[in-house]
């Protein structure tokens, strides 16, 4: 039994840094705790509940990402774990950590700026291509591959890149 | 159909929150039906994404009515086994996609519509209404900047892109009417700050509306008269059409999932 040899406190962080490490099925260099995906992780009755909030209402990884963090914290000892979606407070864009932004440009996706501009109906975004750094780029399309990304084009070095949108 | 339908205890919040729900399932829908058809790829995508967004948006908004309604339905149920005289949408939403500038009118006449409503449903007294609209507000902001675009394109285009986008503001206007009328259950959910009165977003709808179609040299109808029926379920023809395509599944294979 895991909880024989550990106080509330150090399994609440070992499961912590088990839901921590799920990633994003869709752009897996990001795991659930660099995008601010994952909220808390509460130990209720010697029973693990994890709270994630969804980037996007139509997200389709969510499903996938809760029967992740179950698996893993099931692999990790931790039986019947739960996993509990809110939606309040709302997903932005600014709770993506600083590690998870640099990953993303590595990756060759452009990382998410201030929201500042959103309600702006036709403002301006400058982003940097990933590839080059170039902010010569224009936008080719507000939605992308996935509900989160928009797609852009670097006009320096010619290549389509995806832009993580501002939410 | 094989499947009987469901029977839903229309409370007031129960009915407010299913036609919130409807309007975007069946938008949605429709934006869906786009998915290897639209003009080009880039726009193919952006219509699907568009209708993750409202079908997300409508799970939401069931799962809360089958919650509050506690009669043991759920969003499948309540998305696959009502008929289409329990659907409660707009008419606007179940228009036909017609071409391309019926579909971005209507798009654009409702994106314009629910962000304004979204932004004022953040500040309602229930809970879990103002937090489904302050997720669904970030993603309505998107789609009135998309729909605006085209509009201005289409308008301020071609000869023909102008004549066709002129022919959907003059088919699709009756049907906005409908998005600013409640009934009396409705009424009482607005007066205990609830619900949204949308006759108070009216005004700055018709502002950023007209201010994009006049820019896309495109003018609205002078017509006052608006064409209502969907929100108490009196449907135009194309519902049922629509339904029996969405539905078939869940009919034909009661509980089917894959």
């Known amino acids: 039994m895991v909880t024989a040899m550990f106080d509330d406190t150090e399994l609440r962080q070992r499961a912590w840094d088990v839901a921590a490490s799920v ?62 979606t809110v939606l309040s407070p709302a997903w932005t864009t600014d709770w993506m950590s ?49 509900s989160c990304k928009a797609l852009w084009r670097c006009k320096a070095c010619r290549e389509p890149f995806d832009h993580f949108k501002c939410h | ?117 979204w932004r004022a449903m953040m500040r309602s007294k229930d809970a879990t209404l103002a937090a489904i609209a302050a997720k669904s507000e970030k993603e309505s902001a998107y789609h009135v900047r998309h729909a605006s675009e085209w509009i201005l394109r289409l308008g301020d285009g071609t000869e023909e892109s102008h004549g066709r986008a002129q022919d959907a503001i003059d088919d699709l206007w009756a049907f906005t009417g409908e998005m600013f009328a409640v009934d009396d259950g409705e009424r009482a959910l607005i007066e205990s700050a609830i619900a949204v009165d949308p006759a108070a977003l009216r005004p700055q709808w018709l502002k950023t509306v007209s201010g994009i179609v006049s820019e896309a040299t495109l003018a ?3 017509s006052g008269w608006m064409q209502q029926g969907g929100r108490s379920g009196r449907h135009s023809e194309h519902l049922g059409h629509l339904l029996s395509e969405l539905q078939s599944m869940q009919r034909t294979f009661p509980g089917a999932t894959w």
């Open chain 1, 23 to 84: 990633v994003d099925p869709e752009i897996p260099v990001l795991t659930i705790a660099d995008l601010g995906v994952l909220r808390d992780v509460a130990l209720n009755d010697g029973r693990i509940e994890v709270t994630i909030t969804p980037t996007y209402s139509g997200c389709p990884a969510m499903n996938m990402i809760t029967l992740e963090i179950e698996l893993a914290l099931e692999r990790a000892g931790f039986r019947n774990s739960r996993v509990r």
């Open chain 2, 220 to 222: 609205l109808p002078t």
């Open chain 2, 1 to 117: 159909m094989a499947t009987p339908s469901i029977e839903v205890s229309e409370t007031p919040l129960v009915l407010y929150t299913l036609r919130r729900a409807d309007d975007a399932l069946i938008l949605g829908h429709r934006l869906s039906e786009w998915c290897g058809h639209a003009p080009m790829l880039e726009e193919d995508m952006a219509l699907a994404n568009m209708g993750l967004d409202l079908l997300g948006q409508a799970r939401e908004l069931y799962s809360y009515a089958a919650q509050v309604e506690g009669n043991g339905n759920d969003e499948d149920k309540l998305a696959y086994l009502r008929d289409v005289r329990q659907y409660r949408n707009l008419l606007l939403v179940e228009q036909p996609n017609g071409d391309f500038s019926h579909t971005m009118v209507r798009q654009f006449f409702y994106a314009v519509f629910a962000d304004l409503y």
């Open chain 1, 98 to 146: 600083k590690d998870g932004r640099r990953k993303l440009r590595e990756y060759g996706i452009a990382p998410p700026q201030a929201a500042a501009s959103r309600r702006a109906l036709f403002g301006v975004e400058q982003v940097a291509c990933p590839q080059c750094g170039s902010a010569n780029t224009e936008v080719l399309s507000e939605f992308g591959s996935t």
